[in-house]
């Protein structure tokens, strides 16, 4: 089992930044994807970034050129580092790791961190 805590969330103005962490703890694989995904009210959770073990990233649209990942694997941790927010960034904030093993794949998941942009 994986263990994810996310931290780092909080109210911020419209163009501020913010910066997530997701700690993994647990039976860890340091060649797990590890993404950001956020759902807000009424809506379906949706990726944000992703980032495979060797450093490859993919973004939403909706975030490019704003957010950037990056993973510590020393420090089992990855981050979300969130800038310009917008109001509409305002959702739950989810932790995942990914981890396909042969032909299964298993998601693991943080309890979640509330980001709100006030305009």
């Known amino acids: 089992q994986v263990q994810l805590v996310e931290s780092g969330g909080g109210l911020v103005q419209a163009g501020g930044s913010l910066r997530l962490s997701c700690a993994a703890s647990?039976?860890?694989?340091?060649?797990?994807?590890m993404g950001w995904y956020r759902q807000s009210p009424g809506k379906q959770r949706e990726l944000v970034a992703r980032?495979?073990?060797?450093?490859?990233?993919n973004y939403a649209d909706s975030v490019k050129g704003r957010f950037t990942i990056s993973r510590d694997n020393a420090k089992n941790t990855v981050y979300l580092q969130m800038n310009s927010l917008k109001p509409e960034d305002t959702a739950v904030y989810y932790c995942?790791?990914?981890?396909?093993?042969?032909?299964?794949?298993?998601?693991?998941w943080g309890q979640g961190t509330q980001v709100t942009v006030s305009s």
């Open positions: 980032i495979t073990s060797g450093g490859s990233t």
């Open positions: 647990g039976r860890i694989f340091s060649t797990d994807t």
């Open positions: 995942n790791a990914m981890r396909v093993v042969l032909s299964t794949t298993t998601n693991y």
